[in-house]
Nanobody, 122 residues
């Protein structure tokens, strides 16, 4: 069974910083992509950032230049360092990973964490 567990969400004032972490666990898993999505009340879930196991990155336009994604492949962990937070960054942040659960299969499937709340007050 694959589990993704996020941590680090909090209430922060505008202009502040936060660091989110997500650890993936499971037997014999391989992960190619890890990333973060967020969902604000009344809005659709949107990409924040993702990172491939070769280091390729992608950021959502609203966070470019303010957020940094990184990962530790040995620990199956992805981080999201957030700077210059704005009230519009408020939402539930979900960890996402594409996971292969068996070396006998070539296929990767998406898994999600339960989410961690980030609230930025003005």
């Amino acid at each position: 069974q694959v589990r993704l567990v996020e941590s680090g969400g909090a209430l922060v004032q505008a202009g502040g910083s936060l660091r989110l972490s997500c650890v993936a666990s499971g037997s014999n898993i391989s992960i190619n992509l890890m990333g973060w999505y967020r969902q604000a009340p009344g809005k659709e879930r949107e990409l924040v950032a993702h990172i491939m196991n070769n280091g390729d990155l992608r950021y959502g336009q609203p966070v470019k230049g303010r957020f940094t994604i990184s990962r530790d492949n040995a620990k199956n962990t992805v981080y999201l360092q957030m700077y210059s937070l704005k009230p519009e960054d408020t939402g539930v942040y979900y960890c996402n990973a594409n996971v292969r659960i068996s070396t006998a299969s070539p296929y990767f499937f998406p898994y999600w964490g339960q989410g961690t709340q980030v609230t930025c007050s003005s």
